[in-house]
């Protein structure tokens, strides 16, 4: 007992005298109005040793600290900004202080754009509409706004073959008027003329190893990847183009450097080289993952990239889990038609996958029973960036199906747009994504001599909405809406990816069960003569729901938390049917908290539906079908 107690002594010992060479401190802001504290705290970006500096190296660190608060509020136009900064030393004990920095800010009124001007010599000036530019409007001046407009400058000179212009702005301020005039000098260079195209390329670096390089050359055919380019001989370059090419071989994924350059012949045209760095081309990945209505299970993928040098993808995967079994072997191109289309930024990527897949899961309206499916799925994918923030996607899929015994071959197409303007297409905290999508199929009998129609074909049409904005210090605001509509009927098996209910829907509620349904009975004798009621649940054929979705996210502040985040969510749906006097609608609500942590690209959420009754605030009886898991953010 005695040697515990002096080990504890020592340990509270060597405590006390590490925190002596500690200078505690705190920052109190007063006065702001354009900037919360959080934010003007954040631009402060005191370093993590700034506590065991001497007050000294202290007061140096802060008034140097203060510059980026001033470069925050000039960005914006706060040229009329007054700040001044006292120290304070509070007293704790006889032998301990704490030092405060109490800093006030007078924001002043925000400057206004007055006008610009563009100087370029008189022969190289290009058309350009300058009323059109930011600096051109009477509105609060923004640094972001005179960035964006030397990029459009820029975007026109490289447009009419003027590769290595630069451009350079100054800004005149007139504080009388409080107004800012903006001065942009173009120095165009000398046009370029399309030579020859001249490819290279070499194989990146082992991950685990860099200092070790696996080959010189790499597998791309160079002539063929020169012949891509789509400039001809003797023309001006497009400089647009020129980058729309790197981007396009960038976004096939199948690189990691491209670097481009243009060197002067004697001629007057000029050669055009390209190197290129690229990935390993094999790529194999394993797992494990959780499904809701299929449970825990185990992946393995296996890619080959650049077959034959002419970026052909060839694949193979296979997953089991708890309720299905799939393995599937896939071909793609990344690059076809890629560089026909110059006004298409990305590569379009052709991807087509033949799947066989068995899984065993419980229908929406009979959760009891089981619905066994053996599927041979051939889906074909067609996607491309309209423009950086619209992308197109294209399905076709076919499949023969056999379900509890019923045979059928089933071919639907489906078109979708995405419009995304986010700060973070996978953890986005600013900014509105649409996705609208149409589809249409069909369902025959899988008899090859006589393909009869089973029902009619059916159209179907969604909308998505998500909006993201940052709440206050490290809150933010996430909300969805969804609607969807069977515009003829369908079978149950199509109709159900309109109901809804599970972790991506209604959380607290099964998977897809709240649909609009009828329910009748039927009379049956079994075999003793004896009567039995079974009970008939039929399901909406031409479902029209709607879905509305809310959270709060808080992240942990804590620089070693902040891969976590708490979460306060509303969910909310209703589903109805075209036949509504025969099929009842339901709505379902919940609202509850959960967690999410961050790792690398997956995030782990959990999350539980407390109330499902929000018509009082009685206590709701603890359920595990109350909880969600899944390994993505919601929306």
């Not at 705190?26 to 954040?42: D, H, I, M, R, T």
């Not at 800004?171 to 003329?193: C, L, S, W, Y």
Request: proline content about 3%; hydrophobic content about 35%.
């Amino acid at each position: 007992m005695k040697k515990f107690l002096f080990l504890l002594l020592a340990f509270a010992f060597v405590c006390f005298a590490a925190d002596d060479d500690k200078h505690p401190w705190y920052v109190n802001l007063k006065g702001n109005k354009a900037f919360s504290n959080f934010q003007l705290e954040e631009q402060l970006d005191i370093p993590e040793e700034f506590g065991k500096m001497d007050t000294t190296k202290q007061d140096f660190m802060m008034r140097l600290s203060l510059e980026n608060i001033k470069a925050l509020y000039y960005s914006r136009g706060y040229y009329s900004l007054s700040m001044s900064m006292e120290i304070h030393r509070d007293i704790i004990s006889a032998d301990s202080s704490v030092r405060g920095y109490f800093i006030t800010i007078r924001d002043g009124e925000r400057y206004r754009f007055s006008g610009g001007k563009i100087i370029v010599p008189e022969e190289s000036r290009v058309e350009l509409d300058e009323s059109k530019l930011n600096i051109a409007q009477d509105h609060l001046y923004n640094q972001d706004d005179i960035a964006e407009d030397l990029e459009d400058i820029q975007k026109a000179y490289r447009r009419e073959g003027y590769l290595h212009s630069t451009l350079s702005s100054i800004e005149m301020i007139d504080t009388t008027r409080k107004k800012i005039f903006v001065q942009i000098t173009v120095n165009p260079g000398a046009k370029v003329m399309m030579g020859n195209m001249i490819s290279s390329s070499h194989r990146s670096k082992d991950k685990r190893n860099p200092n070790v390089v696996i080959s010189e050359t790499g597998l791309t055919d160079t002539a063929w990847l020169s012949s891509l380019w789509r400039i001809p001989e003797g023309e001006i370059i497009d400089g647009n183009q020129y980058n729309t090419f790197r981007n396009k071989l960038f976004s096939t994924q199948l690189f990691t450097q491209i670097k481009m350059s243009d060197s002067l012949r004697e001629d007057g045209l000029s050669d055009v080289y390209l190197n290129v760095t690229e990935r390993i081309p094999g790529e194999t990945r394993y797992g494990f993952f959780f499904e809701e209505i299929y449970g825990f299970g185990a992946f393995a993928s296996a890619k080959h990239k650049n077959f034959l040098g002419h970026f052909h993808e060839f694949s193979a995967s296979a997953q089991i889990a708890q309720h299905k079994q799939e393995a599937s072997i896939g071909y793609a191109n990344p690059l076809l038609f890629g560089t026909s289309f110059s006004f298409i930024p990305t590569a379009i990527r052709f991807e087509d996958h033949v799947t066989l897949n068995h899984e065993k899961i419980n229908p929406p309206a009979y959760p009891d029973s089981l619905e066994e499916r053996y599927e041979v799925i051939n889906r074909a994918d067609l996607t491309f960036g309209i423009t950086k923030h619209i992308r197109f996607r294209g399905t076709f899929d076919t499949r023969y199906v056999n379900k509890n015994q019923d045979r059928l071959f089933k071919v639907k197409g489906e078109t979708a747009l995405t419009f995304d303007y986010t700060d973070d297409y996978f953890n986005p905290t600013k900014g509105i994504r649409l996705a609208p999508t149409f589809g249409a199929g069909s369902n025959w009998k899988a008899d090859l001599q006589n393909p009869t129609m089973v029902g009619n074909p059916y159209t179907y049409g969604e909308m998505t909405i998500n909006l993201y904005h940052p709440l206050f210090w490290t809150f933010y605001g996430a909300i969805s809406g969804s609607a969807g509509k069977f515009f003829a009927k369908a079978l149950e098996d199509d109709a159900r990816i309109f109901y809804q209910g599970g972790t991506r829907s209604v959380r607290g509620y099964r998977f897809r069960s709240i649909f609009a349904s009828d329910t009748s009975y039927e009379s049956t004798v079994d075999d003793d003569g004896n009567d039995i009621i079974d009970t008939v649940i039929n399901t909406g054929l031409t479902p029209l729901y709607f879905r509305f979705n809310e959270e709060i996210r808080w992240t942990f502040p804590w620089k070693s938390w902040q891969r976590w985040q708490i979460v306060q969510f509303y969910d909310w749906a209703k589903v109805t049917d075209s036949e509504s006097s025969k099929y009842a609608e339901k709505e379902r609500e919940s609202f509850g908290f959960g967690v999410r942590y961050r790792w690398q690209f997956l995030t782990f959420r959990l999350d539980y539906a407390f109330k499902k009754d929000l018509s009082n605030w009685d206590l709701e009886h603890f359920a595990s079908g109350r909880f969600a898991f899944d390994l993505s953010q919601t929306f």
